[in-house]
């Protein structure tokens, strides 16, 4: 069975995305993102808080909104700290998360 893996930003139209981009074929997870603005591509909903196995939160914000959806969630977010300096596939950005999630993520459940 499949890691379910939740990305979480601010408007999921860049950090977030790129994220899931970046692990959509990966074997044995499978990933979603999300955003927490009202303008959001993906409105971060309690449904998905619940449908995921482990949510990273590009900011500690973006945990706060999670647990206050589900506080349940609160030991299954991590927060990446991956500030809203970056655009969608830039460089930079998939270097750091790249960084920040290989090791938890790509490890067998």
């Given at each position: 069975m499949p890691k379910k893996v939740l990305f979480v930003c601010t408007g999921n139209f860049d950090r977030?995305?790129?994220?899931?981009?970046?692990?959509r074929n990966v074997n044995g997870v499978e990933v979603k993102?999300?955003?927490?603005?009202?303008?959001?591509?993906?409105?971060?909903?309690?449904?998905l808080v619940e449908w995921a196995d482990v949510i990273y939160a590009m900011?500690?914000?973006?945990?706060?909104?999670v647990?206050?959806?589900?506080p349940?969630?609160?030991?299954?977010?991590?927060v990446l700290g991956i500030p809203d300096v970056y655009y969608r596939d830039q460089p930079e950005l998939k270097i750091l998360l790249k960084q920040r999630l290989d090791r938890s993520l790509l490890q067998p459940t």
């Open positions: 977030s995305p790129t994220a899931e981009n970046m692990y993102s999300a955003g927490i603005s009202i303008a959001a591509q993906n409105l971060l909903s309690k449904e900011e500690g914000l973006h945990k706060k909104v647990v206050k959806l589900d349940s969630a609160r030991n299954k977010t991590i």
